[in-house]
């Protein structure tokens, strides 16, 4: 008999849902056009049963953001995806376009941190994972199991199922979309929204003509400051380096815009609480502000607006 996971108890009981995230003024007919034909199922993600469209989600992101701007609050928001969910299996498939650990063993030390970020962003932060229809698919021990092995992914199933061992539910106030982020970082919203704030970049690469052309683009005009990081492990070699990155970000600064790949979870929960600001996890945004998608491997859904 299949065990029933966490996930399919919350959608069997009807707190979550599947269904399309339509934002109004998202087109992702170019990337489908681009990437590979499992994208389209991408669109179909998890939605609360209290939030009715896409749009409710862009807006329940934009005043979490909004908030912390004013009222001074931690507000972490971490995207996790292929990567994390290899990582906190311990497997080295993680490192993908990026190196993010070192050993199988590098991870099992590294975990303990994750953890205790993880319960942070519990009570501060969003968690933003892409789970989709086609990475929660159950895998069958039958005999022919090998014949469709391609077909199988239950990815994310394993990642709600590592966040509840740690006694981790996604609820209404925990949890976003994964494409939702893309969506708000690239919107009008975000670029009015800082206007005249301190940003500081923190990310392997950085290009500041670039990154100020892209607010400029959107009539923005932030105070942009850079602090890098190294371009591997972060994820594993977070602690050694920890308080030389905070030393580096200004004390006044309104926001930070974080690249870190898998250690974007431990950047950003320190620095939000570490400064009582928003500290959002990128990702390919990052290389579209800096005028690199070439390191992103393809153009990503929710991110071109009409």
Same mark, same amino acid.
């Given at each position: 008999m299949q065990k029933t996971s966490d996930l399919d108890r919350l959608?069997?009981?009807c707190e979550f849902r599947f269904d399309k995230l339509t934002l109004k003024d998202i087109d992702n007919s170019f990337v489908l056009k681009l990437n590979r034909p499992?994208?389209?199922?991408?669109?179909?993600?998890?939605?609360?049963?209290?939030v009715s469209c896409?749009?409710?989600?862009?807006?329940i992101l934009h005043n979490f953001i909004h908030k912390s701007l004013i009222s001074g609050n931690a507000a972490p928001v971490v995207r996790f995806a292929d990567g994390e969910y290899a990582f906190y299996s311990k497997d080295l498939h993680c490192n993908g376009l990026y190196q993010q650990a070192e050993s199988v063993k590098a991870i099992r030390k590294a975990i303990p941190l994750h953890l205790k970020a993880l319960k942070i962003l519990n009570r501060s932060g969003k968690y933003a994972p892409l789970i989709y229809p086609g990475n929660i698919r159950h895998k069958k021990k039958t005999f022919f199991s090998f014949l469709h092995k391609s077909r199988i992914d239950d990815r994310a199933l394993k990642f709600t199922e590592f966040l509840s061992h740690q006694s981790i539910e996604l609820t209404n106030e925990n949890y976003i +979309?994964?494409?939702? @982020?893309?969506?708000y970082l690239t919107s009008k919203q975000f670029f009015e929204i800082l206007e005249g704030k301190k940003v500081c970049i923190i990310n392997s690469e950085f290009n500041l003509d670039l990154c100020r052309k892209w607010f400029a683009s959107s009539s923005s005009c932030p105070d942009i400051f850079?602090?890098?990081? +190294?371009?591997?492990? @972060?994820?594993?070699?977070?602690?050694s380096i920890r308080k030389e990155i905070l030393d580096r970000i200004p004390a006044d600064t309104d926001l930070c815009i974080v690249g870190a790949g898998i250690g974007s979870l431990l950047v950003c929960v320190d620095v939000a609480n570490e400064f009582s600001i928003p500290a959002i996890d990128a990702g390919h945004v990052l290389n579209m502000m800096n005028g690199r998608e070439d390191k992103s491997g393809e153009p990503r859904l929710y991110t071109i607006h009409k």
């Open positions: 959608i069997e009981s499992k994208t389209k199922e991408e669109e179909i993600t998890l939605f609360h049963r209290d896409g749009d409710d989600y862009f807006e +979309p994964f494409y939702v @982020v893309y969506a850079f602090v890098e990081i +190294p371009d591997a492990y @972060v994820a594993t070699q977070w602690e």
